[in-house]
């Protein structure tokens, strides 16, 4: 039985609740005042946390937790003041500094000034993309900025845009929360056509995947990509259900890209199988190590196979902005399907996913409707995308699009690839740091040696335990570095070192995406690490060079 709520002892008079939070919602004087003051407020807080250069408090993450342990609601409204002082000790002060220079470890890092100002007025507006009924003009707005996008992906004739861009029965691509829900959502529509309707039989939408799977006479679905995929499509394989074991991932090669032999061979077994192919996933920029497949030659073997070909371009897919850089996604406007962030390289705050589509009618493939709000001609967002009520980030996105334009973003691309071969270049005269990929984006991967290896190391003769210590020293000096909060590199585990396949090595991970960084920045955070390196050398006694 569901108890009644004990609010009896509330010191407040009913009425005053109801002005208390009349007042929240009116365009008062006083309200406004209250608005201003919080404004400002915040303002301050703000500048300070963009300025300061400290990452992070060091508080334990353990400590943390005790600071939000209450699990009572208020009884009556919180003083403003008090929940503002609050948020500021708690909250605020152990955020992690994303924008600092020195962080250079997280695909998380600054923005340009612009995003603040324009995410309150999104707040503001308070638009749904859901429905045009809450949206009116920001489904265009979105629609444009999506096909503008499309257009620097597949750069299709100037009529497929305008026969396209505003048209309700096409679907140019969709603004959704992030790159997991824009691979899954590619997946869900290349499923869905596959096992379309047919004569009697209605698709895979209406009579789930064991009956479409029979219908069509599979022994099940899979999808092929290299071992480097993001685990949003383990999500995707599971959601879709086929299961996580028939997600085939191809152990990548030392590039760090999928070996086209054993994808063509993969594909073979597979139809020996009998099994349906639902998609072959290609990686513009893995998340581990910025590779980036070989996408002509898997457009070429997809087309071939008929199978839909997705390229996960999360990360690497504003490499199309650089005329320097742009070849290495060729291949990329053969794509079914293409999934790029916002938050990561075009410079958006959190929650902006994109997914493009080639054949404006794929979506046509996911499409529900609501008799209570979106209805089967409108041009209602809501019937072609997996999320429903979202933010109409699209306001964000034009911005980026528009402040910082085509220029501006191979600026960005240019200058953070630069910085990382500056980067790999200082690791490389460094005999204390070893070497693990060349850089094809702006993500490097090297490691610390300490110094009993560093001659077996550089004549690559560490043995399997030698790497197992070497490993565990890597981790605490990462650990022991984000810790002091100082400066930030993150941590991965790779497989495809010269080390060979079956030696995880842990690498020290660097992603270069901040306009700020400088070589000074990226001296400096490998300077801590020297530091702390040498710090923990010292208060182990060599325990972890003499296991
Ligand atoms: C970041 C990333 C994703 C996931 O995107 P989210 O926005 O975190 O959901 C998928 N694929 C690649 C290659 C990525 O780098």
């Given amino acids: 039985m569901i108890r009644s709520l004990n609010l009896e002892n509330s010191a407040i008079a009913e009425s005053e609740i109801q002005n208390r939070i009349l007042s929240l919602f009116a365009r008062s004087d006083k309200a406004i005042a209250a608005e201003r003051d919080m404004d400002g407020y915040l303002e301050a807080i703000a500048n300070e946390f963009l300025q300061t250069s400290k990452i992070g408090s060091d508080i334990a993450l353990t400590d943390l937790n005790e600071q939000f342990t209450d699990y009572q609601i208020p009884i009556e409204p919180v003083d403003p003041n008090d929940y503002l002082n609050d948020l500021t000790e708690t909250a605020i002060a152990h955020s992690v500094r994303t924008s600092s220079p020195r962080f250079i470890g997280h695909m998380t890092t600054a923005l340009p000034y612009f995003v603040r100002p324009l995410a309150k007025l999104m707040t503001i507006l308070n638009q749904n993309p859901v429905k045009t009924e809450t949206a009116k003009s920001l489904t265009p ?325 030698e790497n197992q210590s070497i490993n565990q020293f890597n981790q605490h000096l990462q650990k022991a570095q984000r810790q002091a909060g100082h400066t930030f590199i993150s941590r991965t585990t790779t497989y495809t070192t010269r080390y060979g396949k079956n030696v995880p090595i842990i690498a020290l991970r660097a992603v270069i995406a901040n306009p700020l960084t400088t070589e000074l920045d990226i001296n400096a955070v490998l300077q801590d690490q020297l530091q702390i390196a040498a710090d923990l050398s010292d208060n182990t006694s060599g325990s972890f060079l003499t296991q």
């Fill in 141 to 465: 707005y979105e629609r444009q900025a999506l096909a503008t996008l499309h257009h620097l992906i597949y750069q299709l004739p100037d009529a497929f845009y305008i026969e396209h861009t505003h048209n309700p029965h096409s679907t140019l691509g969709m603004i959704v929360s992030g790159g997991t829900i824009a691979n899954i959502t590619a997946l869900w529509c290349a499923r869905n056509a596959a096992l379309a309707p047919q004569a009697d039989f209605m698709g895979v939408e209406q009579e789930g995947l064991a009956a479409a799977l029979k219908f069509y006479g599979y022994d099940g679905a899979v999808v092929i990509g290299s071992s480097l995929m993001h685990f949003s499509f383990d999500k995707a394989a599971d959601l879709l259900g086929i299961g996580t074991r028939s997600l085939i991932k191809i152990p990548a090669n030392e590039k760090n890209q999928v070996d086209l032999r054993s994808l063509r061979q993969t594909i073979r077994d597979c139809r020996d199988r009998k099994q349906l192919i639902l998609a072959i996933v290609g990686i513009a920029g893995t998340t581990d190590s910025g590779g980036i497949d070989p996408l002509l030659d898997m457009a070429e073997i997809a087309k071939n196979a008929n199978i839909h070909f997705h390229v996960d371009a999360a990360w690497g897919g504003p490499m199309l902005f650089s005329q320097r850089h742009r070849y290495k996604l060729q291949g990329i406007e053969f794509a079914d399907s293409v999934t790029i962030d916002g938050h990561k390289q075009l410079y958006l705050p959190m929650g902006i996913g994109m997914l493009f589509l080639h054949n404006p009618n794929l979506a046509k493939a996911i499409e529900k409707q609501a008799p209570y709000t979106v209805r089967q001609n409108s041009i209602d967002l809501g019937k072609r995308t997996l999320e429903g009520s979202r933010p109409a980030t699209a306001i964000l996105l034009q911005a980026g699009l528009k402040l910082i334009g085509m220029k501006g973003y191979e600026y960005l691309m240019d200058w953070g690839i630069e910085k990382t071969w500056y980067l790999a270049t200082r690791i490389e005269a460094m005999p204390e740091f070893e070497r693990l990929i060349d850089p094809e984006i702006n993500i490097f991967l090297y490691r610390y040696i300490p110094e009993p290896y560093r001659h077996r190391a550089a004549i690559g003769q560490l043995t399997l335990a």
